[in-house]
C-alpha cells in the first residue's frame, strides 16, 4: 500500500515532543512490512536542512484569500530516514526555526495543508491513504472530500492520529477566506462550538481515528477537552493503538550519544558507569538512587507539581537520593526548579533546556524516571526507560497504564500510583529509594525491563491492518 503520512513534526528533521519520534519511525517500519511509506512535512530551518541534500520536486501555487501564494516541495535525496521525506516551503511562513509558538501559527499551518493538499492534486497516481497526525494536518480531510477543487482526491481513504487532544487549533470563521473553494452547506463538519476546530473536523471526516493507546481511547469519551461528545458518536471508527519506540535509535548497546554502552548481559557495570559520568557532571554521589524527569514543564505532564514533591521528599528522606529534572515549558515551573536548586539542596540539579543526547545519558545513566502525568496519551518516555534499564515510576492513565506494571503485581517491574498529587509522588519517591537499597532485586527488574519488546514491529502492523479495513 502506499501512505502519505502528514504531521509537522518528525525525528530528526524538527522535534517538540513524542509526534516527532512517532512520525520518525513508524513509516520505516511500514517500509519493511513491504509497503510504501511517506512524509511530508513544513520545511522548518533547523540543522537537518542544511546538513542533507534535496531535490526540488514540484511548484505549485493557490488562491489565499485573493492572492496568489506559491510553495515548493523539496525532497531528501538519500531517503536516509528510511523513508522519503517530503518538506514543504513557503516564502516566510513555513521557512522558520521553531515548529510551533508564532502569533501566526493558524494560517502557518493552514497554508501547509493547502499546500499539500494542492501537491496531491498533482501526484500521477494517487496514495492508497492519507494519515494526517494531530490537528496541524486535521482540515486535510475535509479539503480532499469537500473541496471544489479537489474532487480527484476524494476517494483516497484517509486515517486521523490523535497523539494530544488538549491542542485543537480552534480558529473563527474569518479565516475561512483561506480555504480552498467549497460548500458552506459543509461548515457542519469544520465546526465545534460555533468555531472552526481542525481536530474535530478531522474526526468527522476521516475513515479512521486512532489514538496512541487503548486507555486513552478510552478517556477520550469521557474526557477530550470539549470533543468528548463528538468521540463517543463517532466510536465506532476509533481505535487505540499502543505506540512503538525506534529500537534502532533507542538501543544501549549502540546508541552512540550515551558514554558506556551495554546490553543485559552487562547491564550492572554499563548503568553504573553511565551513572557516574552524569553523576559527575550534576554534582551527585552515584551511590543513591538517581531519579529523573524528562518531558515538557507543562500541567499536562503534572510538571508544576515537581518543586514542592522534590522539596517534600528531601525533607522526608533527606540525603538518601538524587533528583535531575531536563525539560522546558511554562516560565513559573522554569523558575520554581532554578530556584530549588539555588537553593543549595546539593541533591537537586536541572536542566531548563530541549537537550536530545543529554536525554539518553540520562535514560542511561539514571535508575528511575518519574512521569506523575495528568494527561498521557501514549508517552513514550517509559518506553525508552525500560528498553535502558531505568525503572519508570508513572501515574496509573493513558498510555502509562498500559505500559507499566507495578513491582506489588504479578510480572511487576515498574512503580505505579493513582493521583497527580504531591503525595502520591512523595509516596513512590519513597519506595524507589526503599527497592534501591535491595541491589539483586533491582538488577533482576533491571534485566525484566531490557527484555519487554515495545518495537514498533507489531504497531506498524496494526495501522497496516486499518488501512485494508477501509480499501
Ligand atoms: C504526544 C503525547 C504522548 C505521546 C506522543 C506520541 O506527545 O503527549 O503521550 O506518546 O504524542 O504519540
Redesign the pocket.
Known amino acids: 500500500m502506499e501512505i502519505l503520512h502528514v504531521s509537522a513534526e518528525c525525528y530528526p528533521v524538527a522535534k517538540?515532543?513524542?509526534?516527532?519520534?512517532?512520525v520518525g519511525a513508524l513509516p520505516k517500519y511500514q517500509n519493511e512490512l513491504g509497503h510504501y511509506s511517506k512524509v511530508v512535512m513544513p520545511m522548518h530551518k533547523t540543522a537537518f536542512l542544511h546538513q542533507h541534500t534535496w531535490d526540488l520536486i514540484h511548484k505549485g501555487y493557490f488562491d489565499l484569500d485573493g492572492e496568489t501564494t506559491r510553495y515548493t516541495i523539496i525532497k531528501e535525496k538519500t531517503n536516509v530516514l528510511g523513508f522519503e521525506l517530503y518538506c514543504v516551503d513557503v516564502f516566510g511562513l513555513l521557512d522558520r526555526e521553531k515548529i510551533y509558538g508564532y502569533a501566526d501559527d493558524n494560517i502557518r499551518f493552514l497554508v501547509f495543508q493547502r499546500a499539500v493538499t494542492d501537491w496531491l492534486m498533482h501526484w500521477e497516481s494517487l496514495p492508497d491513504v492519507v494519515h494526517v497526525?494531530?490537528y496541524h494536518a486535521g482540515l486535510i480531510p475535509f479539503f480532499m472530500k469537500h473541496g471544489f477543487d479537489y474532487q480527484r482526491l476524494n476517494k483516497i481513504k484517509t486515517v486521523l492520529?490523535v497523539?494530544?487532544a488538549?491542542y485543537q487549533g480552534w480558529m473563527n470563521w474569518s479565516n475561512t477566506k483561506y480555504f480552498p473553494v467549497w460548500d458552506n452547506w459543509k461548515a457542519g463538519l469544520l465546526e465545534w462550538n460555533n468555531q472552526i476546530n481542525p481536530l474535530a473536523s478531522a474526526v468527522k471526516c476521516v475513515d479512521r481515528v486512532t489514538?496512541?493507546?487503548e486507555s486513552?481511547m478510552k478517556a477520550l469519551f469521557h474526557q477530550a477537552n470539549g470533543l468528548e461528545h463528538l468521540f463517543a458518536y463517532e466510536s465506532k471508527k476509533c481505535l487505540g493503538i499502543i505506540?512503538g519506540i525506534d529500537f534502532k535509535v533507542w538501543n544501549p548497546q549502540t546508541d552512540d550519544k550515551i558514554i558506556f554502552n551495554y546490553s543485559e548481559k552487562n547491564i550492572a557495570i554499563g548503568k553504573q558507569n553511565n551513572k557516574e559520568n552524569l553523576c559527575a557532571q550534576f554534582g551527585f554521589d552515584p551511590s543513591l538512587p538517581l531519579i529523573i524527569f524528562i518531558g515538557?514543564l507543562v500541567g499536562?505532564?503534572a510538571a508544576d507539581l515537581l518543586p514542592e514533591s522534590i522539596r517534600q521528599a528531601l525533607t522526608k528522606y533527606p540525603a538518601q537520593f538524587n533528583f535531575l529534572v531536563l525539560g522546558n515549558g511554562e516560565s513559573h515551573i522554569e523558575s520554581e526548579l532554578s530556584h530549588l536548586q539555588l537553593n543549595g539542596y546539593g541533591y537537586f540539579n536541572t536542566q531548563i533546556a530541549f537537550n536530545e543526547t543529554l536525554s539518553h545519558q540520562m535514560y542511561a545513566g539514571a535508575d528511575f524516571l518519574l512521569m506523575p502525568?495528568r494527561?498521557?496519551?501514549?508517552?513514550?518516555?517509559q518506553l525508552y526507560a525500560l528498553r535502558y534499564g531505568t525503572m519508570p515510576i508513572v501515574r496509573r492513565t493513558?498510555?502509562l497504564k498500559d505500559t507499566v506494571t507495578d513491582i506489588g503485581d504479578k510480572d511487576g517491574f515498574g512503580i505505579c500510583f493513582e493521583q497527580a498529587s504531591v503525595k502520591d509522588i512523595v509516596d513512590s519517591i519513597g519506595r524507589a529509594i526503599h527497592l534501591y537499597q535491595n541491589t539483586s532485586a533491582m538488577l533482576s527488574f533491571r534485566k525484566k525491563m531490557m527484555h519487554i519488546n515495545h518495537s514498533w514491529e507489531n504497531s506498524a502492523e496494526k495501522y497496516i491492518k486499518i488501512y485494508q479495513t477501509i480499501s
Open positions: 517538540a515532543g513524542g509526534l516527532a519520534d512517532v497526525h494531530d492520529t497523539h494530544n488538549q489514538t496512541v493507546s486513552y505506540n515538557r499536562e505532564k502525568s494527561v498521557e496519551p501514549c508517552g513514550l518516555n493513558g498510555g
